[in-house]
């Protein structure tokens, strides 16, 4: 075998180990995005008046800080890991997603 084509063949299975990587690591923090909202869609289910939201408002701050650091490490994956593992838990993500949204819609109403 070549040298070209040896280093061909690291190259690609460099590329491999790295996708599969990025991949885990994508669905890692895809997982968590998934369990840090639904968390604070939790606290926020929690509201029956205006002191449980200024409550439920100091609980999810911390987890709000989590979600933006998942962010923050998901846009450092490589793109085709990041899209992979956006694909892989489209339905999760948007389940949680939506929990949080009326969940927090209804605390703004509950606290009124």
């Not at 604070?40 to 008046?49: D, G, I, L, P, Q």
């Not at 846009?75 to 009326?102: N, S, Y």
Request: glycine share 6%; aromatic share 4%.
């Amino acid at each position: 075998m070549g040298k070209s084509m040896w280093y061909g063949c690291v190259l690609f299975t460099l590329a491999i180990v790295v996708t599969g990587c990025g991949s885990k690591a994508g669905d890692k923090l895809m997982k968590e995005k998934v369990e840090v909202l639904n968390s604070m869609a939790a606290e926020f289910e929690k509201v029956t008046n205006k002191a449980s939201m200024e409550k439920a408002l100091s609980e999810t701050k911390a987890l709000g800080n989590k979600l933006d650091q998942i962010e923050k490490d998901l846009v450092a994956l490589p793109p085709e890991a990041r899209e992979a593992a956006i694909v892989a838990h489209k339905d999760e993500l948007e389940k949680a997603t939506a929990r949080f949204a009326a969940a927090k819609e209804q605390a703004r109403k509950k606290a009124k």
